[in-house]
């Protein structure tokens, strides 16, 4: 079930602390809440207690990988609605592959810029919700517009 919380919950799974710093406290900045994990088992457990609106997902983590959680996330029908924007240091085409294929919504090279990812949080998030509460048989503005949203 989503977070009642009036502010957007964003999971961060982030196993350097500089870069989970960075990225907490842009959001909370730019008024999401926001909650960390360390590697993917303690992502998972967190998407799954507090249903998140976005995961900003670090590829290369402890324990389970990146791509491993966010495929986890995808086939539970009960999270379809969480965005999840996949992050690495890898630049080349086949990471930004391997993100997307495991169902990430959008990849993020690093390092970014904190405006880029507050943009793509937004429009993650707003395509998420959009499609959420869009009937099945009805496409999203952002659909109309060409964009694609997995």
Request: glycine share 6%.
């Amino acid at each position: 079930m989503p977070t009642t919380s009036p502010k957007p919950l964003v999971l961060i799974v982030e196993d350097h602390p500089d870069t989970q710093s960075v990225v907490a406290e842009a959001f909370e900045e730019n008024g999401y809440e926001t909650v960390v994990a360390f590697d993917g088992d303690m992502g998972l457990a967190i998407v799954r207690e507090r249903h998140p609106a976005l995961v900003c997902l670090d590829l290369n983590l402890p324990r389970i990988s990146g791509h491993d959680v966010c495929e986890r996330i995808r086939e539970d029908p009960s999270l379809q609605d969480v965005a999840i924007l996949m992050m690495s240091a890898g630049r080349t085409p086949e990471t930004h592959a391997h993100a997307l294929e495991a169902g990430a919504d959008m990849y993020l090279p690093k390092p970014f810029d904190t405006e880029a990812l507050l943009a793509a949080a937004k429009e993650l998030t707003a395509a998420r919700k959009g499609r959420r509460e869009a009937p099945e048989d009805e496409l999203t503005d952002l659909e109309l517009a060409g964009v694609a949203v997995s």
